[in-house]
């Protein structure tokens, strides 16, 4: 198993996925990380709007990479993304959807947590339970929401794997745990800006992408709007758009997680 290597703090996810090999996208340097990964390829960037099987173009890209370490060996069914689930526990009896509010960008997060209060209510009335998941510790006041659970910087990635893996659905930045979502069949809402739009996004029937297109999508985060906050493109998603896919998403996948507690 190979994965396309951006930022490093994912290593410690790419070691959890049992991978022994990566590459860098075009801009990167490949490098020796502490797990002694190594970065020996480069892939070069693809141009979205010219590719209709989305999925397959970027398959077959790490797969010619792939093929130049393991020999010529492999087909596209090889290296499709995969997580292992074999050794993963539930966490928690109740039903619930997980908010995952950051990404390695913060000009291209969108303000999920701003909605909090709207989605707590939201996620009461459905009878679940709303988890927050991040690297980082965003505090949220536990006296101010009555069905939020705030694990944000509390646990590690194969726990964040499990509380995803078991949830009804996800609510994701555009960002690697959100891909891991997909991955493992989880029903997805991706916020998605459009600087890599074509590159990195859902390939499945149960998710759904949020975005706003403009004329510059694609243009690699070279934005042209400047901002101290968020790109234009992440900022124009409409809010109520985003609500009512959550509410949207309860409904129909509010009973289809029973998961046997032990």
């Given amino acids: 198993y190979s994965s396309i290597h951006r930022i490093s703090f994912i290593d410690e996810l790419v070691a959890n996925l049992g991978a022994q090999k990566s590459f860098a996208l075009s801009g990167g340097t490949p490098r020796k990380s ?7 390829h480069i892939a ?3 141009d979205y709007k010219k590719s209709k099987n989305k999925l397959e173009h970027i398959l077959r890209m790490e797969l ?19 997580i292992s689930t074999k050794t993963f526990s539930p966490k928690m ?23 909090l209060d709207d989605i707590d209510r939201m996620a009461s009335a459905f009878g679940m339970k709303v988890v927050v998941l991040s690297g980082k510790n965003h505090s949220l006041d536990k006296f101010r929401f ?62 759904l992408l949020l975005y706003e297109e403009m004329d510059c999508f694609g243009c690699d985060w070279k934005c042209v709007y400047p901002s101290k906050k968020l790109f234009k493109c992440v900022s124009a998603i409409p809010k109520l758009r985003v609500l009512n896919s959550i509410s949207e998403f309860s409904q129909k996948h509010s009973r289809e997680v029973q998961v046997p507690f032990q």
């Fill in 34 to 40: 502490n797990r002694d990964f190594i970065y020996s």
């Fill in 44 to 46: 070069q960037r693809i």
């Fill in 64 to 82: 010619s990479l792939a093929n130049k370490y393991y020999g010529g060996r492999l087909e596209l069914a090889d290296i499709y993304p995969h």
């Fill in 93 to 115: 009896r109740e039903q619930y959807f997980v908010i995952l509010p950051d990404s390695s960008n913060t000009k291209r997060n969108y303000p999920i947590l701003e909605m």
């Fill in 146 to 207: 009555k069905s939020t659970i705030d694990l944000s910087g509390k646990t590690t990635p194969k726990e964040t794997l499990e509380y995803i893996y078991f949830s009804n659905f996800v609510v994701s930045n555009e960002t690697g745990f959100g891909h891991a979502a997909w991955i493992m069949d989880v029903p997805l809402i991706m916020l998605m800006g459009g600087g890599h739009f074509g590159l990195f996004e859902p390939f499945n029937k149960k998710s």
